[in-house]
């Protein structure tokens, strides 16, 4: 579940002290599946396009910023976290990434698995969980697991939407989601919920790993409530803006973390010194 629709969730954050990152605009080159616009997105390793991935992809920003940084975050959340983790020793090179869709289209995970982190990937939605299985299927550094995150374990539907091909607006179906209120439910599948607390000590994953993103539709909260912050403390966290952000925030707040960079649609947290 990665998304990015305008007007989402609560797009007001209180400052800290903050880094700011106004929205960019987009350059969209409206192509069909020609020979160039298809060599094109064949470069980000999808094979032959079709008009939608076109549309989805060819974004000339987002574009050059993949071929020249392997960046593939929506706003520049790469360039804000790498001042913040890249350059820091020591530090746990771990990135989570609960949402984590193809692990390609979107994400935050993918430039610090670049950059030789190791990862743990988790997606419910099935088709995007064995897209993101593929990506990365050489990399023994990354794990990619078919599961939903919560505050509490157990089995949970997850919505599937109209015109949503890839996935990416899928949700937890007893939460919280704007899509819901806008988009057609075509199906819904049964996936398996556990908790970060559960699934990190199970993994035995670094209590000070480096970075947690979470992207859930509007599940975010939820996740975070999942994860013990005084047992498990990443140096960094994404979280995506959502109407519960007040109590979101205090939540991060209460813990120690302070709010780093505001986004159009998320915002970083850290506890580290700026």
């Keep these: 579940?990665?998304?990015?629709?305008?007007?989402?969730?609560?797009?007001?954050?209180?400052?800290?002290?903050?880094?700011?990152?106004?929205?960019?605009?987009?350059?969209?080159?409206?192509?069909?599946?020609?020979?160039?616009?298809?060599?094109?997105?064949?470069?980000?390793?999808?094979?032959?396009p079709s008009a939608f991935s076109i549309l989805r992809w060819v974004k000339l920003k987002h574009w050059l910023r993949y071929k020249l940084l392997h960046d593939t975050t929506w706003q520049g959340q790469f360039s804000a976290l790498?001042?913040?983790?890249?350059?820091?020793?020591?530090?746990?090179?771990?990135?989570?990434?609960?949402?984590?869709?193809?692990?390609?289209?979107?994400?935050?995970?993918?430039?610090?698995?670049?950059?030789?982190?190791?990862?743990?990937?988790i997606e419910p939605h099935p088709e995007a969980f064995e897209r993101a299985r593929r990506l990365h299927q050489t990399n023994p550094e990354v794990t990619v697991l078919n599961l939903a995150c919560s505050d509490h374990p157990g089995q949970m539907e997850l919505n599937l939407f109209e015109g949503d091909e890839g996935g990416s607006l899928s949700a937890l179906a007893n939460g919280p989601s704007d899509t819901a209120a806008t988009r057609r439910t075509v199906n819904r599948v049964q996936v398996e919920v556990t908790?970060?607390?559960?699934l990190l000590s199970e993994r035995?994953?670094?209590?000070?790993?480096?970075?947690?993103?979470?992207?859930?539709?509007g599940h975010d909260f939820a996740v975070i409530r999942g994860l013990n912050l005084r047992r498990f403390q990443p140096r960094a966290i994404i979280t995506e803006k959502f109407h519960d952000d007040p109590a979101k925030f205090e939540h991060l707040r209460q813990h120690g973390y302070r709010l780093y960079a505001d986004l159009e649609f998320d915002t970083i947290w850290t506890v580290l010194e700026t």
């Design 1 to 48: 579940m990665e998304s990015r629709e305008t007007g989402r969730g609560n797009q007001q954050s209180s400052p800290d002290s903050l880094v700011i990152i106004p929205p960019a605009p987009l350059l969209c080159v409206n192509l069909r599946p020609s020979a160039d616009s298809t060599a094109l997105v064949s470069g980000f390793g999808l094979g032959r």
């Design 82 to 121: 790498g001042r913040l983790l890249l350059k820091r020793h020591p530090i746990e090179r771990f990135v989570v990434d609960v949402g984590a869709n193809d692990g390609l289209y979107s994400s935050n995970s993918y430039p610090f698995i670049r950059r030789d982190w190791r990862a743990l990937l």
């Design 195 to 198: 908790t970060l607390e559960n």
């Design 204 to 217: 035995r994953i670094a209590p000070e790993f480096g970075l947690l993103t979470v992207d859930t539709e």
